[in-house]
């Protein structure tokens, strides 16, 4: 089935356009819903508030989006401002933009540096931080309402290839490089960078955290995926499967499930508490045997993520397709044309998909499907306690095994 479109920002064109520089390598959302950002190329990020976006595509259809939004959407002006009124933004991060992360604050949760009486910033409930790693090694960390420059992290030697923050509202900050290293930085302690997590024999592509924020997961060249306690700050367990680069990961909204691309063409679904393969999505057929699985460049698997419901995957590869995969099926249930799409991301409601390609974003609608009750029944259960935890549960082994995702 083909996917229905829902709208599309593009980007503008001049006349060097054409040149290296353009590549759209990240698109990210606010927490919240509140903003869409994402890298136009040429050092540029461009913040939109998502509400008005979705209400232009329904006033003015999926063609011109990027006009029509541009001459609706008010521009923030300093002073006049209202600070959480959503503005749109357009920032010049200085160098090439390789990765975007929304953070956003939770009062609560402390910063994990002890006996620090003074802060140059002091995050309360309503901040929402933007932070963009760059082609020369810096993350820069915004201000998403008024768009100022608040903090520049500078130890990365290489590229910095993906950013995520903890889910929990601590503003801990994880980034990944070519420089074969992951940091963890704490912006409520001003961006002190805290550890640096090293293993990885050949660059980091990809991060993320588990929802609980326990858990990180890094993906990287020579097949790895590496499992890490954030509260040890060491190293759980790789994860074996793989044979080529890996180069996105993400966790499913319970936490019980991890998905992992690969440009060995394949994207695989893992049980990350006991590093099982519960499924595998082709994109070449016959696929690849071992010792040629870097040699099909033309199916390369860019990106994946998990829809809200935890249905759903999306997968992005280089034969100008995007698919959308459920879980407990093994063919797409819809696919989308998309040529040098590099990036896709769910929206905070998992509603729409959007996919970045040489500067521009576009969208589509998530696949309306029924779950069946066993997914619902997994899903609840593990919003209260972790896969470990189900399996130890005082009940009959066939009601764990239906709440167990199973091959």
Same mark, same amino acid.
């Given at each position: 089935?083909r996917?229905? =479109?829902?709208?599309?920002?593009?980007?503008p =064109?001049?006349? #060097?356009?054409?040149?290296?520089?353009?590549?759209?390598?990240?698109v990210?959302?606010?927490p919240?819903?509140?903003?869409?950002?994402?890298?136009?190329?040429?050092r540029?990020?461009?913040?939109?508030?998502?509400?008005?976006?979705?209400n232009?595509?329904?006033?003015h259809?999926?063609?011109?989006?990027?006009?029509?939004?541009?001459?609706r959407?008010?521009?923030?002006?300093?002073?006049?401002?209202? @600070?959480?009124?959503?503005?749109?933004?357009?920032?010049?991060?200085?160098?090439?933009?390789?990765?975007?992360?929304?953070?956003?604050?939770?009062?609560?949760?402390?910063?994990?540096c002890v006996?620090?009486?003074?802060?140059?910033?002091?995050?309360?409930?309503?901040?929402?931080?933007?932070? =963009?790693?760059?082609?020369?090694?810096?993350?820069?960390?915004w201000?998403?309402?008024?768009? @100022?420059?608040?903090?520049n992290?500078?130890?990365?030697?290489?590229?910095?290839? *993906?950013? =995520?923050?903890?889910?929990?509202?601590s503003?801990?900050?994880?980034s990944?490089?070519?420089?074969?290293?992951?940091?963890?930085?704490?912006?409520?302690?001003?961006?002190?960078?805290?550890?640096?997590?090293?293993?990885?024999p050949?660059?980091?592509?990809?991060?993320? #955290?588990?929802?609980?924020?326990?858990?990180l997961?890094?993906?990287?060249a020579s097949?790895?995926?590496?499992?890490?306690?954030?509260d040890?700050?060491?190293?759980?367990?790789?994860?074996?499967?793989?044979?080529? *680069?890996?180069?996105a990961?993400? #966790?499913?909204?319970?936490?019980?499930l991890?998905?992992?691309?690969?440009?060995?063409?394949?994207?695989?679904?893992?049980?990350p508490?006991?590093?099982?393969?519960?499924?595998?999505?082709?994109?070449?057929?016959?696929?690849?045997?071992?010792?040629f699985?870097?040699?099909?460049?033309d199916?390369?698997?860019?990106?994946?993520? #998990?829809?809200?419901?935890?249905?759903?995957?999306?997968?992005?590869? *280089?034969?100008?397709?995007v698919?959308?995969?459920?879980?407990?099926?093994?063919?797409?249930?819809?696919v989308?044309?998309l040529?040098?799409?590099?990036?896709?991301t769910?929206?905070?409601?998992?509603?729409?998909?959007a996919?970045g390609?040489?500067?521009s974003?576009?969208?589509w609608?998530?696949?309306?499907?029924v779950?069946?009750l066993?997914?619902l029944?997994?899903?609840?259960?593990?919003?209260?306690?972790?896969?470990?935890?189900?399996?130890?549960?005082?009940?009959?082994?066939?009601?764990?095994?239906?709440l167990?995702?199973?091959?």
């Amino acid at each position: 089935a083909r996917s229905r =479109t829902v709208g599309e920002l593009l980007a503008p =064109t001049s006349p #060097f356009d054409k040149k290296c520089g353009r590549e759209n390598w990240t698109v990210a959302f606010a927490p919240d819903g509140s903003y869409l950002a994402w890298s136009q190329g040429h050092r540029i990020v461009k913040l939109v508030p998502w509400a008005q976006c979705l209400n232009t595509f329904l006033l003015h259809g999926t063609k011109n989006g990027a006009n029509a939004v541009s001459a609706r959407l008010p521009r923030q002006s300093g002073e006049s401002g209202q @600070k959480n009124k959503p503005c749109e933004h357009i920032i010049d991060c200085g160098d090439i933009v390789w990765s975007l992360a929304f953070g956003s604050s939770v009062p609560e949760k402390q910063s994990r540096c002890v006996n620090i009486e003074w802060h140059r910033f002091k995050f309360g409930q309503d901040q929402l931080l933007l932070a =963009t790693g760059l082609n020369n090694g810096r993350i820069k960390i915004w201000d998403v309402y008024t768009g @100022k420059l608040l903090l520049n992290l500078m130890d990365h030697t290489e590229v910095v290839r *993906d950013l =995520t923050f903890a889910p929990d509202g601590s503003l801990i900050l994880v980034s990944a490089s070519r420089d074969k290293t992951l940091r963890v930085w704490d912006l409520k302690d001003d961006g002190n960078m805290m550890k640096v997590l090293r293993g990885h024999p050949n660059w980091v592509y990809g991060c993320a #955290f588990s929802p609980d924020s326990s858990i990180l997961c890094s993906v990287g060249a020579s097949k790895a995926v590496f499992l890490w306690d954030m509260d040890k700050y060491s190293m759980l367990r790789k994860l074996e499967g793989h044979h080529n *680069d890996v180069v996105a990961c993400e #966790f499913s909204p319970d936490g019980a499930l991890l998905a992992t691309a690969s440009y060995d063409t394949r994207v695989y679904v893992w049980d990350p508490h006991i590093g099982v393969i519960l499924r595998e999505f082709g994109h070449l057929f016959p696929p690849p045997t071992p010792i040629f699985a870097g040699g099909a460049n033309d199916r390369w698997v860019r990106s994946v993520c #998990f829809s809200h419901d935890g249905l759903h995957v999306a997968s992005l590869a *280089d034969d100008k397709m995007v698919r959308f995969w459920r879980i407990d099926e093994e063919y797409p249930v819809q696919v989308a044309p998309l040529n040098n799409g590099l990036c896709c991301t769910f929206s905070t409601d998992g509603s729409v998909l959007a996919a970045g390609q040489d500067g521009s974003v576009y969208f589509w609608a998530t696949p309306s499907q029924v779950s069946s009750l066993q997914h619902l029944c997994r899903m609840a259960i593990r919003r209260v306690m972790p896969t470990s935890q189900v399996k130890n549960l005082p009940i009959p082994c066939k009601v764990v095994e239906f709440l167990c995702y199973q091959i």
